[in-house]
T-cell receptor, first 114, second 108 residues
Framework: EAQVTQNPRYLITVTGKKLTVTCSQN?????MSWYRQDPGLGLRQIYY???????DKGDVPEGYKVSRKEKRNFPLILESPSPNQTSLYFC?????????????FGPGTRLTVL | DAKTTQPPSMDCAEGRAANLPCNHS???????VYWYRQIHSQGPQYIIH???NNETNEMASLIITEDRKSSTLILPHATLRDTAVYYC?????????FGTGTSLTVIP
């Protein structure tokens, strides 16, 4: 089954404790992206990657890092989480040069930083 | 600054057409308009996208004004399962800018 998976789905942590949220897709998509969703603000793009070893900042990259060492994986790293990073996070992938140009979203990771 | 503006909520009677407006008055000539929807807190689901011409697929139609400053998503025969938050999105380069969405409630 074609899908985007994220782990963990729920995470409660404390300020300053480094964490990684993993994202994996099995569709051989070149493009992958991370979003955060906060009440009243819709989804905002954090980082995106056009292919292996190519990453770019989105609208709200501060406090986050990403890496793209393999095509299927795009982890999101919070080196020193703060309470304002409490949010619902979505990973997505997309096949470039596709007629439908659809982004496929993962199920989401709900992060709480105390 | 928001690239898209949408009404926060709308109701639609079951079986009728739902017309969801979006304003994107600052859109540039090479920026696409996308529509996605989100049910509860699940991952958003693609509906349709376009650049200049009107588009139609099995889910919906997208009407883009000639000046490209606004668009309307049309769900031709709304069902209860269409109750969701609908996002109008502008893609510039390869960045996606979501609006704050319209919460559509389909009423029996």
């Amino acid at each position: 089954e074609a899908q985007v998976t994220q782990n963990p789905r729920y995470l409660i942590t404390v300020t300053g404790k480094k964490l990684t949220v993993t994202c994996s897709q099995n569709m051989n998509h070149e493009y992958m992206s991370w979003y955060r969703q906060d009440p009243g603000l819709g989804l905002r793009q954090i980082y995106y990657s056009m292919n292996v070893e190519v990453t770019d900042k989105g609208d709200v990259p501060e406090g986050y890092k990403v890496s793209r060492k393999e095509k299927r994986n795009f982890p999101l790293i919070l080196e020193s989480p703060s309470p304002n990073q409490t949010s619902l996070y979505f990973c997505a992938s997309r096949l470039l040069a596709s007629s439908t140009d659809t982004q496929y979203f993962g199920p989401g990771t709900r992060l709480t930083v105390l | 600054d928001a690239k898209t503006t949408q009404p926060p909520s709308m109701d639609c009677a079951e079986g009728r057409a739902a017309n969801l407006p979006c304003n994107h008055s600052t859109i540039s000539g090479n920026e696409y308009v996308y529509w996605y929807r989100q049910i509860h807190s699940q991952g958003p689901q693609y509906i349709i996208h376009g650049l200049k011409n009107n588009e139609t697929n099995e889910m919906a139609s997208l009407i883009i004004t000639e000046d490209r400053k606004s668009s309307t998503l049309i769900l031709p025969h709304a069902t209860l399962r269409d109750t969701a938050v609908y996002y109008c999105i502008v893609m510039t380069g390869n960045q996606f800018y979501f609006g704050t969405g319209t919460s559509l409630t389909v009423i029996p």
